[in-house]
């Protein structure tokens, strides 16, 4: 600011606080003349702040301060990360100050990205205020600043301070003010009094009668004077002003830029559908850019540009204060000496010498021990300075190398970086502070293909409308919200859906699903087929090969009057191939396969669609059960070799042989936990009657039948169980044998 403007802003401010009592003189003047002592010593209240705001706004205080510029908004990019870049430019001319007002919120986005370019000039530093400039401008003053509200406030707080009055010529030390309640013909008015330390003792006034008050110390007046700029300078409690020095000669173009977090720009899609499927079908496409005016200045005459991908972004509270927490040392404090008390001299005086000779001695050991514990501090503290030293000395030498002018970006309307897709408008745009904006980025005619698209997850009987577009264009196409018209006629349209744009990097297509087609039918049929292949013997297992198919068949009925382009998406399945007619027309997706066939208006088709996987089924032989030998030989028929059908009708035998025992043991455990459970039934009963009576014999009786009938199946089930035995030794003997 040049000292011209300083004069007037002072001026200003100096003008306004007498023109303010100018007005409070002409509404008041009435009732004084009538004498009203109420509004008498309200106006004087208000002549004494008048004249303490002049005293604080002086002509004495203007300064010549550096010139101080603000740089015009020239470029905004904004981006889909949630953040926004902002680049002033302008000139400068010689040293000057740049300012750029911030957010609170914004400070720390600032502090992470600002950079400045200045074509010849050097970058003097970066300041601003702390997070809570207020708080840390009024612990250096002799007031609060809440005692800036009221007069009564300030004084109180500026006690001892020397004042000279208006009335009785009073001056000396300020003490106190209290309030006084006194009532008159109105009511009750409160009144303050005021009172001085006088070389003549103490006096007082009451300061609503007061015409004047002035601080006789200069320092206390700069000091009100500090803290009411303060005030002003900061009246804007969310937004903090940043100064970037510049150092240099002569006029010059400098810019800046930096990072602010930004609603992210939103992308509005309008798609006009292609009547019919011909080779050269287009779809028309509109892209539109919605975006936001949140820097809470208005954009004038500004470049735009838009930035769409996933970088990586950081935020870090660079504007909070941090202090590293230092363990606590306590002071270390010498013991206190407590002599005994004297009680005389004795006899033995060379002993005491002796005794008063070891503490000597000692109190020398202790002063010794201290003085080294000194000295090792000291080298200790020397040692940890040389390695403090050098790696302050390291710091400096690097501290700001110079950086290297930043590249120009392309000029191209749409372009890609190696991460991001990038569209420039190629003019300028304005934008009110709150507003938004929708802009268009893409106007395109891009190839199309109607299609109906049968999804059984999202609809079993009906297919999708849909329409296949491939991005031909210069870049990746940015996802957002679609909107889709049918043309019927040149002048006609119709909005037949809405859809999710999906990403389309340049040079692929992608499907868009916006409506359901209810005029077209679509049925599935599922089946599953297994088919046994060759079978091998080694080491007790079998295996045998086992091709799996499942085949479903999709049968599509197009309406009457319109035929169909029907897209199937089949699901894919790990392990399984596609055989047959579609294995090598189908199209693959991460999920599912796509095949197309038209069907003319009222026919249907049918479309099978086969699965095919090979695996293998393994089996123990010793546990094989004959009926699945059996079912094995006969699937196979004349494909099995003889060796192998030998071996296997021979298994089939053991088996057989082996489930006679199996049986006889596992009705012999049957017919063993019956008699188990009758004879529990037998004993429960036997506890509420008499041994000795009829049906307590006849109890007992049982109990012994069935202890016999127990014996001869335990001797059975041994019998049967040795056989067994045997015969899976041999079995296990043989199979382990075969490799076949």
Known sequence: MNLKAAFFLRLFYFSRSYISLIFSVLSFSLNIMKGNKMVRSSLKSCLVAALLTSSAFGLSTVHTAQAETTLPLKNVVATTSGLALYEHRGEVSGNDTLKLSVRLDGVDDVLKSLIVLDSTGQIGGVSLPGRSPLSQLFRDLPFERGDLNSLVGLLNALRGAEVQLDTDNIRGQLMNVSAENERTRDGVITRHRLSVLTKDGIKTAVIEDLGHLKFTDPEVNAQLKYGLEALFDNRIQDRRNVEIALKGEGKRDVSMAYIQEAPLWKSAYRL??????????????????????????????????????????????????????????????????????????????????????????????????????????????????????????????????????????????????????????????????????????????????????????????????????????????????????????????????????????????????????????????????????????????????????????????????????????????????????????????????????????????????????????????????????????????????????????????FRQDMAKDEMALNQLRQERNRITQDQNRIRENLRSVSQNSAIGKRYLDSLDKQETQLEGILDQEEKHQNSLNKKREELSTYVNGLNL
């Open 272 to 653: 006009v559908v292609p009547k019919h499927n011909k080779d050269d079908a287009k779809a028309i496409v509109q892209g539109w850019a919605v975006l936001e005016n949140t820097t809470g200045q208005d954009w004038d005459d500004v470049h735009v540009t838009l930035m769409s991908g996933s970088p990586v972004t950081y935020h870090q509270a660079l504007y909070e204060s941090y202090h590293v927490s230092r363990p606590e040392l306590p002071v270390k404090i010498m013991d206190r000496v407590m002599p005994r008390t004297d009680s005389g001299v004795i006899e033995y005086a060379e002993e005491d010498g002796a005794s008063n000779f070891g503490g000597m001695k000692e109190a020398r050991l202790q002063k010794k021990s201290f003085n080294s514990l000194g000295a090792a501090r000291g080298m200790a503290m020397a040692d940890m300075a040389a390695p403090m030293k050098s790696s302050m000395e390291m710091m400096a030498s690097s501290y700001m190398p110079t950086a290297p002018q930043l590249a120009q970006t392309a000029n191209a309307a749409a372009s890609e970086t190696a991460s991001q897709m990038v569209f420039k408008f190629p003019y300028t745009v304005d934008l009110k502070a709150g507003h938004s904006l929708m802009l268009p980025y893409a106007q395109l005619n891009l190839p199309a293909e109607r299609l109906y698209v049968y999804q059984p997850e999202t609809n079993r009987t009906h297919p999708l409308a849909s329409v296949l577009v491939k991005n031909v264009s210069d870049s990746a196409l940015p996802p957002g919200i679609l909107t889709l018209y049918d043309r019927e006629t040149q002048s006609n349209i119709l909005h037949v859906g809405d859809a999710e744009m999906p990403l389309i990097p340049k040079g692929e297509d992608r499907l868009i699903n916006f409506a359901l087609d209810t005029n077209t039918k679509i049925d599935r049929d599922d089946q599953a087929d297994r088919t046994l292949g060759l079978i091998k013997l080694n080491h007790g297992v079998l295996t045998q090969e086992v091709v799996y198919e499942n085949t479903t068949t999709y049968t599509i009925k197009a309406p009457t009057e319109e035929s169909r382009t029907v897209l199937i998406e089949h699901p894919r399945r790990g392990g399984w191939d596609l055989v047959g007619e579609w294995a090598d027309k189908a199209d693959k997706t991460l999920t599912h396969y796509r095949l197309k066939l038209d069907v003319k208006a009222g026919e249907s088709k049918k479309l099978p669609v086969t699965l095919r996987n090979k695996g293998q089924e393994t089996i123990s032989l010793v546990s094989i059960h004959p009926n699945d030998i059996a079912q094995r030989l006969r699937a196979s028929g004349k494909d099995i070799s003889p060796k192998v059908r030998e071996a296997l009708e021979k298994i089939s035998a």
